[in-house]
Structure formats: C-alpha cells, structure tokens
C-alpha cells in the first residue's frame, strides 16, 4: 500500500471530510479523492461513506484505520533507525509541550538545540500537559515536556527539572489584597478563576480547599494559565499562579499555605528514542543540573 494514499486516509477519516485532509496535507481534493479510490481499489472495499456532504468510515475502513496508523509508524520507526544508525542527529524530533513551558521555560534551550543541529526539524505541538501525557502514552511523541502528575504510568519514565512555586493572587484593588493575613477561608468568599479540574494544576487546589472542606466559587474557568492572569488582573476573581505569571498582580500570604508544582520531561521507555531524541534529553539533562545548583 502507498504510504501517501494511507496517509490521505488517515487525515479524511480523523477530520471526516475530504476539503479538510486536502488543506492538512496541502493538496487540491481532487488529488485526495483519487488516493482514496487508488487505496479502495486495493483493498476491495469501500472505505468511506459519503452522504449529504458527511463522510463516514464504513465497517472497512473502521478495520483498516488503526492497521494503517501502525504501517505509517513502523514505516517511520523504520527510516529513523536506518537514519540513527550513521550516528547523525538529524531527522524529525516530534515533542509535546506544555502551552506555559513553551512560552516561559524552554525557548532558550530550544534556540540552542536548533543551532546545535540544524539538521534536525521540530515538530513541536503545543497543548495541555494532560494531553501531552497521552501523545507519550501513544507513542505519538518522543518527548513532552509538561507539568509532571503524582500519578505515572510504570512505562513512563519521568525526570524533574524546573520546582514551579505557585502563589495566590488577585488584582492590586481586590478587596483580599487589603487583608494582611488571609486564610483560605477568606478565599472562599470571593469568586475564583482556576484551570479545569482535567489539568493537574486545577487538581493540586482543588484538592487543597477539599481538604479542608471549603467550598469554592468558580464562575469561569480556563486551561490557559496567561488568560487566567489577565482576568485575575482586571478583578474578575483571585487565583493560584506561577510566579512567572505574578507582574501586576498582589500576592496573598495565605497562613501555612504554600504551593509548588514540577516541571519536566517524559518519554516512553518501550520507544526507543532517535538520535535527536537523546541529544534533546542530554540538553535538559544539563538544565536540570544548573536548576539543581542554583
């Protein structure tokens, strides 16, 4: 089977129509549709149904999808490791990074890596560390760097860069940055803004407040941690943020209350990572030796 016709068939059936897969791959759809029916003509089967500009997988193509995402990854596992094996670190290095470690933790080291070898492409996709976690699980991605769970996977091997001190804040005209010594009692009495119970930090302070049995208001919530500080900025409720994100905001002193996350990388320890993978490990291998003696 031609790879670029399992290709097409990959991306119509994940985006259940023939313009969109065009427009990823960057073909007219008249160049996907003659791939699809080249593929269809191989197999015997019709793969998709097409009814009132709906396409559908038909009971075929619900057999074939997964079969040819592993044929496309072996094909791939298969020209890296021919390419590895000259000992050049070049290829493509696909990672999963946090939205807030992409912006504030890892563009320097980036830089340095793509100066370092310029022969390597990053396929970087940016996301939600919970999300970043999965495309490791999956083996989509070679490394995430994320905001690192308690929970993890005995297939997963993770390391600890970066402590993430994490304060509670409100705007500098909020009515608790008057008091000088809140408690999380205090906190409760006033509309919260936090990230999503789905997202580990949304868990760390829920978890807090549920401890001690203290109800919380959340009329709004958000994923995004820069958005969260922005609303928290104009006085739409008080939060828990890192301290990257703290520039024009109060910082409450919460009595015997403190707050850090970890930040660092994961990968799969049953994929074996491509000569890129392991140079970008031993770059933040170095970083967490500088965090550590600092």
């Not at 038909?58 to 997964?66: D, F, K, S, V």
């Not at 049995?213 to 900025?233: D, F, G, R």
Request: proline letters at 3%.
């Amino acid at each position: 089977m031609d790879n670029q016709n399992l290709s097409a068939f990959i991306i119509v059936a994940e985006n259940k129509s023939f313009s969109e897969a065009a427009y990823v791959l960057d073909v007219t759809q008249s160049t996907i549709s003659k791939r699809i029916a080249l593929l269809e003509s191989q197999v015997g089967k019709k793969l998709f149904d097409r009814i009132a500009r709906r396409v559908a997988l038909t009971e075929a193509g619900q057999e074939l999808l997964p079969r040819a995402r592993r044929i496309l990854k072996e094909y791939a596992n298969a020209l890296q490791a021919i390419n590895d094996l000259s000992g050049n670190v070049s290829g493509i290095l696909r990672l999963a990074i946090s939205h807030h470690l992409g912006l504030h933790r890892l563009p320097d080291l980036l830089k340095i890596f793509s100066k370092t070898y310029p022969d390597v492409v990053l396929d970087i996709e940016f996301m939600d560390s919970e999300k970043a976690y999965e495309r490791i699980m999956q083996a989509k991605s070679e490394i995430g760097i994320i905001t690192l769970g308690s929970e993890i996977h005995p297939n997963i091997h993770k390391k600890e860069i970066w402590d993430d001190p994490l304060k509670f804040v409100c705007s500098e005209d909020h009515a608790l940055s008057k008091l000088l010594d809140p408690e999380l009692e205090d906190l409760a009495n006033f509309p919260v803004i936090l990230p999503g119970l789905n997202t580990y930090t949304g868990r760390i302070v829920q978890n807090i407040f549920q401890y001690r049995q203290i109800s919380l208001v959340t009329p709004m919530s958000t994923n995004y941690l820069e958005t969260i500080s922005k609303m928290v900025e104009i006085g739409l409720g008080w939060s828990v943020l890192p301290e990257t994100l703290t520039k024009n905001l109060h910082s409450l002193s919460v009595n015997h209350t403190s707050i850090k996350r970890q930040l660092g990388y994961i990968c799969h320890t049953k994929h074996t990572l491509s000569n890129a993978g392991v140079a970008f490990l031993s770059l933040l291998d170095q970083q967490c030796e500088i965090e550590v003696n600092l």
